[in-house]
């Protein structure tokens, strides 16, 4: 863990978005583009999750988007665009947030990054929710709770499985009571 990720984990945002601005300076000036475009979906995030600065959030995630795509960077596109989905999904804007959530959802089957793949069907299945498309969003939600049941099953010793699930509940938190309104 980057010491910029254990300062925003434990409550130090803005000390982690200062360490995050000097990475990403130094990332500039020698060139490269894939962690300027890493450093600034961490920006975004944090500006996003834990500053409640969505239009800093859009700007960082923007630019991560474009610096991704400049040097085919799929993994990182992808992760952008998610976010970009939250942004537009927390300001209430559903179909623009769905939009996103679908390019994000396609470049991760396609690259076979089932992390990215459960956290954008998750919060697809919410925007889904939004847009009063219950069956549709418990599609997305089983179906990103069957890729964390899945990736779980992968790690084997009870710790670690127990660390891995740990800060992925919110996928099942958001299922079961749309299976328990489904009936």
């Known amino acids: 863990m980057t010491v910029s990720c254990a300062l925003a984990s434990s409550g130090r945002p803005l000390d982690a978005l200062a360490r995050y601005q000097l990475a990403l300076d130094i990332w ?6 894939s962690q300027v475009a890493w450093t600034l979906y961490n920006i975004g995030s944090l500006r996003l999750f834990q500053l409640s600065e969505a239009g800093a959030a859009r700007e960082a995630l923007t630019e991560a988007l474009a610096a991704a795509r400049t ?7 992808g992760y952008a665009l998610h976010e970009l989905g939250n942004v537009a999904r927390l300001q209430g804007d559903a179909r623009a947030s769905l939009a996103r959530f679908d390019e994000a959802l396609r470049l991760a089957q396609s690259i076979g990054s089932r992390e990215l ?9 919410r925007a889904l929710n939004a847009l009063g498309r219950g069956d549709e969003a418990i599609t997305d939600l089983r179906e990103s709770a069957r890729i964390v049941n899945d ?5 084997h010793s009870d710790v670690a499985k127990i660390a891995f699930v740990d800060p992925r509940p919110d996928v099942f938190q958001t299922l079961s009571p749309k299976l328990l309104a489904a009936g």
């Open 71 to 77: 040097v085919q960077e799929p993994e990182a596109e």
């Open 151 to 155: 990736l779980r099953a992968n790690v």
């Open 28 to 33: 500039r000036r020698i060139g490269r583009t």
């Open 117 to 125: 793949e459960y956290q954008v069907l998750a919060d697809r299945g």
